[in-house]
């Protein structure tokens, strides 16, 4: 055991000094980015090279149904083999023993990579630049609710009560002293993150009641969405110690703003490490340019996986800090790519269209994916957009069915996700959407009951 902890990343050493490991959690994130696997005693996890799963686990709908996506074989839930990546290895100091997460990627039999497995589906799309001698850089912005508990489906999602009593109140972007109302959930936050050596950039208040964003540092694509899939179970757990839910649906009030997961994109030239976007002068390269086109012309395709449920449109409204379009602009928060103001070697394009619905690995795949169409297409983008996007009408699928039916068509996108993924995942996520369409919602009982 002492030399499993030596091999074990530095925070986690940290962590399990003077103590005795208890237990392994060998997790595995499924389609709608739920950690899937089974906890294993320490010393059993020592001896394990991998554990089986069936293949099954990426064919569920979030309301755990299944899509007929098993393909030829027929659904036999054949077992996958799931190999530890010990570099994830990190604490779950929310637990009453001493316990370590580790995450695990999907092979089947033949020691192939299991084509649809979201994190598989990343590392795709990152080689992809990593063959064209880029180094792709991304940094997610993750926004999210504390809301009060919900026991009850049929009731409204309600704000959390903050330390003053009150519930936490909306339009207060910013606002220090509304962050002090959640500042125990916020300490739990900063501990459960340092015990699991994540940095966090920093936390701010959001225009939403009980809405709060989080920022972490720029870096590698696969292990910035580690961090947000871990991230998403830390604040959950740390809201949960205070008698309060976190949630990561895009528009869990009415009237209040959504969550996004605003992603960040930058690409190095390998051989160099200089940012691909700026030339010596520091004037931007055509390179740039394509980027920003990839993003206007392949991420209509692309929105069924970063906004992948039928909530995740209620986010795209008018004047509610989400973007309708896909214009670009500089400094410019109402389109849906902006650029940020930055230094020259910081320069980077913003995603501001996924949700913090997504699944991190999918989303962050999927948006690299239509930048890297952009830089192989070569084209340029539409003219600079200047003043208020949101007088513009919309450009982007507003109902999961028509994303869907975009996604189903997009032969660019699916090569480079993976064909064996964009047919698994299509077809779990129209299983879905029959689900959602099978439900009668209290709008049609309130307004069609009498009056039609």
């Not at 973007?323 to 849906?336: A, S």
Request: aromatic residues 10%; contains cysteine; negative net charge.
């Amino acid at each position: 055991m002492a030399d499993m902890i030596k091999r074990l990343p530095g925070a986690a050493q940290v962590y399990l000094e003077g103590k005795r490991l208890d237990e392994v959690e060998c997790i595995i994130s499924d389609l709608p980015g739920i950690a899937r696997g089974k906890a294993v005693p320490a010393s059993k996890f020592e001896k394990q090279e991998y554990f089986h799963l069936p293949d099954s686990i990426f064919y569920q709908t979030i309301t755990g149904d299944w899509g007929e996506a098993a393909g030829e074989d027929g659904f036999t839930e054949k077992d996958m083999i799931l190999k530890p990546d010990m570099e994830t290895a990190t604490a779950a100091p929310w637990t009453g023993d001493w316990t370590l997460q580790v995450i695990h990627d999907a092979y089947d039999r033949n020691n192939k990579p299991v084509e649809f497995s979201p994190r598989n589906v990343l590392k795709r799309v990152v080689q992809l630049y990593r063959d064209k001698g880029w180094e792709p850089v991304v940094a997610p912005e993750m926004e999210f609710f504390l809301v009060a508990r919900n026991l009850d489906p049929a009731h409204a999602i309600e704000p959390m009560i903050g330390r003053s009593g009150r519930p936490a109140a909306a339009r207060q972007a910013y606002s220090m002293t509304a962050v002090d109302e959640f500042g125990p959930v916020i300490d739990d936050i900063y501990d459960f993150a340092e015990a699991q050596g994540f940095e966090i950039d920093g936390i701010t208040q959001e225009g939403g009641a009980g809405q709060l964003e989080i920022n972490l540092l720029h870096g590698d694509p696969v292990k910035l969405a580690d961090e947000v899939f871990y991230f998403k179970r830390l604040i959950r757990e740390a809201a949960l110690r205070h008698n309060c839910y976190a949630t990561f649906m895009a528009k869990p009030i009415e009237d209040e703003p959504g969550s996004a997961m605003h992603i960040h994109h930058s690409v190095l030239d390998a051989k160099t490490g200089e940012n691909i976007f700026a030339k010596a002068d520091g004037s931007e390269t055509d390179a740039f340019m394509y980027y920003i086109a990839g993003m206007q012309n392949h991420m209509p395709s692309a929105l069924a996986v970063i906004a992948p449920y039928v909530n995740s449109y209620r986010r795209y409204v008018k004047d509610h800090a989400a973007p309708i379009n896909l214009e670009w602009g500089r400094d410019n928060r109402t389109t849906g790519i902006r650029i940020p103001l930055s230094s020259t070697q910081a320069r980077r394009v913003e995603n501001r269209l996924a949700g913090m619905d997504c699944n991190p690995y999918l989303a962050i795949a999927a948006s690299l994916a239509c930048g890297y169409l952009g830089l192989i297409d070569a084209q340029m983008p539409k003219d600079e957009f200047k003043g208020d996007a949101y007088d513009g009408e919309g450009d982007i699928p507003r109902v999961l069915g028509q994303a869907l039916d975009l996604f189903e068509g997009a032969s660019a996108l699916h090569e480079v996700m993976g064909a064996e993924f964009a047919r698994v995942y299509a077809i779990v996520k129209r299983a879905e959407y029959d689900e959602f369409l099978q439900v009668i919602s209290p709008w049609e009982r309130e307004h069609l009951l009498l009056n039609v």
